[in-house]
């Protein structure tokens, strides 16, 4: 199994709907980011938390939010999706301690249509 | 504000040439620099870290440099094989290291021709 298991891969919707995109890891890190990746725009991070309390907003967090529901649970919501939502989106992971200290590891992403 | 440049954005090179990646950033202060692979419709992969401490990094065929003081990191590839074709991104991280402070380039899209 992947050590970051993002669900759905794949999720075309119409605007206005809400859409949950879901990650879990069994990395046992603490440390887990929402990026969107856009063709030309690169990977801009939308949230992240360091634990289970502590949540943060990124770059480009506006009509996002987010759910640390434990250590290994980290999922994305859009409340009311619209088009230019339309991207690949990436779960990651990491953790500040050890041999691998910030090395990120990401989820296979989930690829969203917003119609 | 951290600017990360990859230069070129694509790249295509026949077999067994050894070649480098380009990697470029506008703050000094990085705290480390990653260099990802990205296959497509995958996620990315983590190649190799180097901390701001450290001058370069190795992982099999794979070199990873770092200059900060010309804000430059380079990623030599030796002896290229098709199995390598895919997306080098890299990223550079500013305060503490976590990903809250890191900034990715576009990439640099490789092929390597059979």
């Known amino acids: 199994d992947a050590d970051v298991t993002q669900t759905p891969r794949n999720r075309i919707t119409k605007t206005g709907k809400r859409i949950m995109l879901e990650c879990s890891q069994t990395?046992?890190?603490?440390?887990m980011y929402w990026y969107r990746q856009d063709p030309g725009l690169g990977l801009r991070l939308i949230y992240y938390?360091?634990?289970?309390?502590?949540?943060n907003k990124g770059e480009i967090s506006d009509g996002y939010s987010v759910s640390r529901q434990a250590q290994a649970k980290f999922s994305l919501s859009l409340e009311s999706a619209i088009p230019n939502q339309t991207a690949l989106y990436f779960c990651?992971?990491?953790?500040?301690?050890?041999?691998?200290?910030?090395?990120?590891?990401f989820g296979a992403g989930s690829r969203l249509t917003v119609l | 504000k951290q600017e990360v440049t990859q230069i070129p954005a694509a790249l295509s090179v026949p077999e067994g040439e050894n070649l480098v990646l380009n990697c470029s950033f506008t703050?000094?202060?990085?705290?480390?620099l990653q260099w990802f692979r990205q296959d497509p419709g995958k996620g990315l992969t983590s190649l190799l870290l180097?901390?701001?401490?450290?001058r370069e990094q190795t992982s099999g065929r794979l070199n990873a440099s770092l200059d900060k003081s010309s804000g430059r990191s380079t990623l030599y590839i030796a002896a290229s094989q098709p199995g390598d074709s895919a997306t080098y991104l890299c990223?550079?991280?500013?305060?503490?290291?976590?990903?809250?402070?890191?900034?990715f380039g576009k990439g640099t899209h490789l092929i390597i021709q059979p």
């Open positions: 990651a992971t990491s953790d500040p301690r050890g041999p691998g200290a910030n090395v990120l590891t």
């Open positions: 990395k046992g890190h603490d440390r």
């Open positions: 938390s360091f634990d289970v309390k502590d949540i």
């Open positions: 703050d000094s202060a990085i705290y480390n």
């Open positions: 180097i901390q701001s401490s450290q």
């Open positions: 990223a550079g991280a500013l305060r503490g290291g976590g990903a809250d402070g890191l900034t």
